[in-house]
């Protein structure tokens, strides 16, 4: 049982939007930047989004995060086929002191 | 452009310790202001925070892993270490070594490719 909560699946057609929620309390997402992770199969994770709405450089803007409260929200936009993936919400969890991750979300790109 | 690239033993039997390195090139673990962490994925599952160290040793673990992990550095050879004792099947994953960004320690930039530890007689 993760301690941040994704939706196990989401699904929306090539050139569509999507978004993809976190939901954590005021112990993690609450109190810390989120962070957001694209895992293609066989690969490391790859780092999406950081402090919440940041994009590292070569991440394009269809890629946005948002955060209110205790969640955090993934947003996609302009759907490619090459975005079928898993995606992590992670953050840190003051109460816990340790970082603490989603349990992940496939992404189908129908 | 920093690269971890983990190392170790690819299977491990049961009730014995697993022990991987994490080797760090294109950056000085000593001179970083972050902790270097281990993050583990079961076939087929979600993403596990194992623990993280910081340069002068200081660790943070995952408590339902810390009576069994022990993270070390040696900033002599630029690696960082895993160990995880009475291992069961359970402990079979890909275990990867990760980095955050200079400018933000809240997340994980850099990854290691992962390295499969199967636990098995």
């Known amino acids: 049982q993760s301690v941040l909560t994704q939706p196990p699946s989401v699904s929306a057609a090539p050139g569509q939007k999507v978004t993809i929620s976190c939901s954590g309390s005021s112990s993690n997402i609450g109190s810390n930047y989120v962070s957001w992770y694209q895992q293609l199969p066989g690969t490391a994770p790859k780092l999406l989004i950081y402090?919440?709405?940041k994009r590292p450089s070569g991440i394009p803007d269809r890629f946005s995060g948002s955060k209110s409260g205790t969640s955090a929200t993934l947003g996609i936009t302009g759907l490619q086929t090459g975005d079928e993936a898993d995606y992590y919400c992670g953050t840190w969890d003051s109460s816990l002191s340790a970082r603490v991750f989603g349990g992940g979300t496939k992404l189908t790109v129908l | 452009q920093l690269q971890l690239q983990e190392s170790g033993p690819g299977l491990v039997k049961p009730s014995e310790t697993l022990s991987l390195t994490c080797t760090v090139s294109g950056g000085s673990i000593s001179s970083s202001s972050y902790y270097w962490g281990w993050v583990r994925q079961p076939p087929g599952k979600g993403l596990e925070w194992i623990g993280s160290?910081?340069?002068?040793?200081?660790?943070y673990y995952n408590p339902s892993l810390k009576s069994r992990v022990t993270i070390s550095v040696d900033t002599s050879k630029n690696q960082f270490s895993l160990k995880l004792s009475s291992v069961t099947a359970a402990d079979t994953a890909v275990y990867y070594c990760?980095?955050?960004?200079?400018?933000?320690?809240?997340?994980?930039?850099?990854w290691g490719q992962g390295t499969l530890v199967t636990v098995s007689s």
């Open positions: 160290i910081y340069h002068s040793g200081s660790t």
């Open positions: 990760a980095s955050p960004r200079p400018d933000s320690s809240t997340c994980y930039h850099y």
């Open positions: 402090d919440n709405n």
